[in-house]
């Protein structure tokens, strides 16, 4: 019988603040148990297996990550849309290293839709934050994966502490929101 109280959703929770300060690969199925106070059987009551969970960390982040950006894109297009949504990937990417981490590297259980439909919000998000630079298909679809290449690059080295040279980070990034926005601006159509 599993501890009371407890249930999936604390369980994925939990596994979430480990692999944020610790890192994914520090996830195990015993720190899991040992950080909830339980024994490890009991904690398969509430997750099948390693792989299940961290297929429920990935769907926590992409549903974190679509609702942060959401959120941020409210009201603005254009440049201000770009600067908005950059903004919140860069920021839950880093704070939330560990999830985001599980959400780029996991591939989820098969015949989950809760993924497919929290993957295609991503895409709708990118793609009304891009339509302010007068974009559509099959250019729209190139342009989302031109930013997120490079929303991923710079906020994953970000995570990791890849950028210890002399120059603010925060520099940096506005330098490539800039040249992004301008990449985006004479985008071919």
């Known amino acids: 019988m599993g501890r009371a109280g407890l249930s999936q959703k604390l369980v994925v929770e939990t596994a979430a603040e480990i692999v ?39 769907l926590v982040a992409e549903e974190g990550l679509a609702r942060l950006m959401g959120e941020a894109i409210q009201g603005y297009a254009g440049r201000h849309a770009l600067a908005a ?21 996991i591939k989820p259980e098969l015949n989950d839709p809760r993924h497919a439909e929290a ?11 891009l339509r302010g630079y007068g974009l559509e298909e099959p250019a729209l679809a190139d342009a989302a994966r031109f930013l997120r290449a490079g929303l991923h690059g710079f906020a994953s080295l970000e995570a990791q ?25 004479t985008w071919p159509r």
């Open 119 to 129: 993957d295609e919000k991503c895409v709708r998000i990118l793609h009304g934050a």
């Open 20 to 58: 944020d300060r610790q890192g994914l690969t520090a996830l195990t199925m015993a720190a899991l148990a040992k950080a909830l106070g339980m024994a490890l059987p009991s904690l398969y009551t509430h997750v099948r297996s390693l792989d299940h969970l961290r297929s429920e960390l990935a």
């Open 161 to 185: 502490g890849g950028f210890a040279q002399g120059r603010d980070v925060e520099q940096s990034f506005q330098a490539f929101l800039a040249a992004t926005d301008r990449a985006l601006s």
């Open 85 to 105: 949504l950059a903004l919140a990937y860069r920021t839950y990417a880093v704070r939330h290293a560990g999830r985001y981490a599980a959400a780029m590297l």
